[in-house]
């Protein structure tokens, strides 16, 4: 299996993912970015050529490489390098990717980059809090779907995107994607020198309906949500068809 990540190859939810993985997969590959890239989404590198490194992760005996690249250039890359796997898992991601964020994260990217090879993908993130990080509930959770999933396959253009709540989740619902997102506002600032500069932030906000993601988190829940990547309106597609304006 090839496991990938948005935090970059030292991050704990990397460690902790291929740790469970060990112990149910007869070959682990991590390729990993060599410093974080959140929020990277579906980027590929192609105006300059990448460096796969070989890199120890101290305490367990697999391969491993880091890429000064994107999360989908490391799927690339191992692919590529390491063969075809059996499956493509990217996490643990320090923080939850659900709603409207599937669109942008890094994480999520690298799971659909595996899809689109062919082969069965899985996203896997895990809320933080103020507490310290605890990934067993999120392990021991992987380490029963990730082999179901190579067993039975998931249908064409479909990920499994799972995100755990911080603390020991009363169950796991299958749920659908939510509309979580921000309300995004700019804000402007001066450097030292006058120049103006800005920052990106924003408000969350979401529906709070319990069978989707978002919900589910709130009530305590893990959420498994399979997203599907044909884009196609289908319905608004066969509606316009006679319709629109032509040349």
Known sequence: MLIANDDGIFSPGIFALAEAMCDVADRVLVVAPDVEQSAMGHAITIRRPLRYTPTTLTGLDIEAY???????DCVIMGVRNGGMPDVVISGINLGV???????????????????????????????????????QHIAAYAKVLVPHVVREGLPTRTVLNVNFPSTQPRGVKVVRQSTYGYDDQVVRREDPEGVPYYWITGSP???????????????????????????????????????????
Do not use: C, W
């Open 205 to 247: 906000r979401a529906e709070t309906d319990a069978e989707s993601d978002f919900g589910s988190l709130q009530d305590g829940y893990a959420a498994v949500t399979p997203l599907y990547f044909d884009l196609t309106h289908e319905t608004y597609l066969r509606d316009i068809k006679d319709r629109l304006p032509s040349l």
């Open 97 to 135: 990717n659900i709603g409207y964020d599937v669109t942008h994260s890094g994480t999520v990217a690298a799971a659909i980059e595996g899809m689109t090879f062919g082969v069965p993908a899985i996203a896997f993130s895990q809320e933080v809090s103020n507490a310290a990080l605890d990934f």
């Open 66 to 72: 880091r890429v000064d690249g994107t999360p989908a």
